[in-house]
């Protein structure tokens, strides 16, 4: 298990970055950490792999206590892999001679399958003799990601692993290594502020904001029943809404959160918006609008004219599923 427990941070020149993180992360569990850009999930991965040292808290991996660059020689520790958003790839050698360099060379046959298993899960078989100085940013990056897993770490820290790679190989690659990775048991954590790389794969989900970890649950709970709009908004567009709106709910000021696709125009009533402007989604259109002095955001599948006034609507299985939701919203 990896214990993190009362663990606070700050860079020697700046201001608090992490307070009492507690975390319990068990052996093959696959964990996400997400919160907006600066909150400190890269800063929280340094600190589990041992890069950086930790005035307040401490952190174990069973009973060996990862400690940080003042009491390590090499800092790091050897039964870890951290894939950091600086690849630290080999330019000048091929895709097969880094994937290569730390399986043992005793055992040819079987070190040349275990290449060709990693080029195939990360989909790079036919570069297997380019230089990787050769290689676009998202090559390079399946290059990495297989190299770390050649040397079959016990814990996986990635930072924003598939950053650098097109959509169009993005959702394949994360099925390949995710699904790798949980049949190795390797136990895996993920910075990250793709929601894809979290919703389908993630057991649990640890939320960043303001130093503090803000929440922890299941991807399900927490996008069904996200307790504020910070949380909703790192999985999409999401919006605050009055459920009196409503004539059963017609005596509560309660708030809930709606995610934009979830409204459902009405020309009759519900929620009075007036509409901003529409922007082409592909499968929907996105549209802006305002309600009572506030901006709204809502799908439809045609773009509406700008100044219109229309009325928004929203099932009654959503309000009850997010009235159960905590509530600071
Ligand atoms: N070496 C450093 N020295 C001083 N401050 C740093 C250093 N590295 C990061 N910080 C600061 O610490 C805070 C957290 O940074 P960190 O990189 O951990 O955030 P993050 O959540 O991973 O961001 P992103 O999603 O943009 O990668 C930021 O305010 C950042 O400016």
Same mark, same amino acid.
């Given at each position: 298990?990896?214990?993190?427990?009362?663990?606070?941070?700050?860079?020697?020149?700046?201001?608090?970055?992490?307070?009492?993180?507690?975390?319990?992360?068990?052996?093959?569990?696959?964990?996400?950490?997400?919160?907006?850009?600066?909150?400190?999930?890269?800063?929280?991965?340094?600190?589990?792999?041992?890069?950086?040292?930790?005035?307040?808290?401490?952190?174990?991996?069973?009973?060996?206590?990862?400690?940080?660059?003042?009491?390590?020689?090499?800092?790091?520790?050897?039964?870890?892999?951290?894939?950091?958003?600086?690849?630290?790839?080999?330019?000048?050698?091929?895709?097969?001679?880094?994937?290569?360099?730390?399986?043992?060379?005793?055992?040819?046959? /079987?070190?040349?399958?275990? %290449?060709?298993?990693?080029?195939?899960?990360?989909? #790079?078989?036919? @570069? !297997? *003799?380019?230089? +990787?100085?050769?290689?676009?940013?998202?090559?390079?990056?399946?290059?990495?990601?297989?190299?770390?897993?050649?040397?079959?770490?016990?814990?996986?820290?990635?930072?924003?692993?598939?950053?650098?790679?097109?959509?169009?190989?993005?959702?394949?690659?994360?099925?390949?290594?995710?699904?790798?990775?949980?049949? /190795?048991?390797?136990?895996? %954590?993920?910075?990250?502020?793709?929601?894809?790389? #979290?919703?389908? @794969? !993630? *057991?649990?989900? +640890?939320?960043?904001?303001?130093?503090?970890?803000?929440?922890?649950?299941?991807?399900?709970?927490?996008?069904?029943?996200?307790?504020?709009?910070?949380?909703?908004?790192?999985?999409?567009?999401?919006?605050?809404?009055?459920?009196?709106?409503?004539?059963?709910?017609?005596?509560?000021?309660?708030?809930?959160?709606?995610?934009?696709?979830?409204?459902?125009?009405?020309?009759?009533?519900?929620?009075?918006?007036?509409?901003?402007?529409?922007?082409?989604?592909?499968?929907?259109?996105?549209?802006?609008?305002?309600?009572?002095?506030?901006?709204?955001?809502?799908?439809?599948?045609?773009?509406?004219?700008?100044?219109?006034?229309?009325?928004?609507?929203?099932?009654?299985?959503?309000?009850?599923?997010?009235?159960?939701?905590?509530?600071?919203?």
């Amino acid at each position: 298990m990896l214990q993190v427990d009362h663990v606070s941070f700050s860079y020697p020149d700046g201001e608090s970055v992490l307070e009492n993180i507690n975390l319990r992360i068990a052996k093959g569990e696959h964990i996400s950490v997400i919160g907006e850009s600066g909150c400190g999930k890269s800063t929280l991965l340094k600190i589990l792999y041992g890069l950086l040292d930790i005035e307040v808290g401490e952190v174990y991996w069973d009973d060996t206590q990862i400690l940080g660059p003042a009491y390590n020689l090499v800092p790091g520790q050897s039964f870890m892999k951290y894939l950091a958003q600086d690849l630290e790839l080999m330019p000048f050698t091929t895709v097969r001679e880094n994937i290569g360099e730390f399986l043992s060379v005793f055992e040819p046959e /079987q070190m040349e399958e275990r %290449i060709q298993e990693l080029m195939e899960l990360v989909e #790079m078989t036919q @570069f !297997a *003799d380019t230089k +990787v100085r050769y290689l676009s940013g998202g090559q390079q990056q399946r290059v990495a990601l297989a190299r770390a897993l050649a040397q079959e770490p016990k814990v996986m820290l990635l930072d924003e692993p598939f950053s650098h790679i097109d959509n169009f190989r993005k959702n394949s690659l994360r099925r390949n290594v995710f699904g790798y990775l949980k049949r /190795q048991k390797i136990t895996v %954590i993920t910075a990250t502020h793709d929601p894809m790389d #979290m919703l389908p @794969f !993630a *057991d649990r989900v +640890v939320v960043l904001k303001d130093r503090f970890i803000i929440a922890k649950d299941t991807p399900k709970n927490l996008y069904e029943r996200p307790q504020d709009l910070y949380i909703a908004s790192l999985f999409g567009e999401a919006n605050r809404i009055p459920i009196n709106i409503l004539k059963s709910y017609a005596d509560t000021k309660r708030r809930i959160i709606v995610y934009a696709h979830e409204f459902k125009v009405s020309g009759k009533s519900g929620l009075e918006v007036v509409v901003k402007g529409s922007y082409y989604m592909g499968s929907y259109y996105m549209i802006g609008g305002i309600y009572e002095g506030h901006d709204i955001f809502f799908h439809h599948h045609q773009p509406l004219e700008v100044g219109k006034a229309i009325f928004l609507n929203i099932s009654i299985e959503t309000i009850n599923q997010r009235m159960v939701a905590p509530t600071n919203v």
